[in-house]
């Protein structure tokens, strides 16, 4: 129950290097720098962040609003949406990542990746009536080189999802998925739901193999349809 409330006006952690062969096998996890700035408190377990950013090699994260362990639980095992405002917003440069654990993520060999990037934002805008979580997923362009010849993914994937809870059960508002393999858009409510799906499961091994040694997998099928409940 007691407050514990930190000011960062500049965290610096230089120079780490972690290893751990169960989790990342031979690969070894460099951090050249992690910084961080902002107010932090925890207290009964809630964590509250104002104007909190950290940046690293890889990406970095900012964080405003309140969040419990309790409206965690909640979230995961009840499909409750939290009622208090908080904002959560993040980029990650895949590139570095890939450098960084080119054998954990399974990369070819003789991959190089040069640029890629996964921006995300999370966020809890609670209105007079009703609760309200807003989640978008954005990624660009995948770009590489494998035998010196260029590799690209063109639009990833992008998702959006538009969700509210007046005390019942949650309604989907809007539910959007973007990508050359998979398009889905649609809305979902207790007493009715509408979903429209397209996909090309190849489609999918055939990119994602350009750049994950997929060596024994077999990805194929096709999805289309319609789903409702009314």
């Given at each position: 129950g007691n407050l514990a409330a930190v000011r960062l006006e500049l965290l610096n952690l230089s120079d780490s290097l972690l290893a751990a062969p169960s989790l990342f096998g031979p690969d070894q996890f460099a951090l050249r720098q992690l910084a961080a700035n902002g107010n932090l408190a925890w207290q009964s377990g809630t964590?509250?962040?104002?104007?909190?950013?950290?940046?690293?090699?890889?990406?970095?994260?900012?964080?405003?609003?309140?969040?419990?362990?309790k409206e965690l639980t909640e979230l995961a095992g009840q499909v409750r949406l939290s009622r208090a405002p908080f904002q959560l917003e993040g980029k990650l440069d895949l590139a570095r990542?890939?450098?960084?654990?080119?054998?954990?993520?399974?990369?070819?060999?003789?991959?190089?990746?040069?640029?890629?990037?996964?921006?995300?934002?999370?966020l809890s805008k609670p209105q007079d009536d009703a609760a309200r979580l807003l989640v978008n997923i954005d990624t660009t362009n995948f770009v590489a080189r494998r035998d010196n010849q260029p590799i690209m993914w063109q639009q990833p994937l992008r998702g959006v999802a538009d969700v509210t809870q007046r005390g019942g059960l949650p309604r989907v508002d809007q539910l959007l998925c973007r990508s050359d393999f998979l398009t889905g858009e649609g809305t979902a409510e207790v007493?009715?739901?509408?979903?429209?799906?397209?996909?090309?499961?190849a489609r999918l091994q055939q990119q994602l193999g350009q750049f994950v040694d997929l060596t024994g997998w077999q990805i194929a099928g096709t999805l289309s349809g319609e789903l409702g409940r009314h």
């Open positions: 964590a509250t962040a104002e104007q909190f950013t950290a940046v690293c090699d890889f990406g970095e994260l900012t964080a405003n609003g309140q969040m419990s362990v990542v890939a450098a960084l654990l080119p054998s954990t993520l399974h990369l070819h060999d003789d991959l190089r990746f040069e640029s890629g990037e996964v921006q995300f934002q999370v007493e009715q739901a509408q979903l429209k799906l397209s996909g090309d499961l």
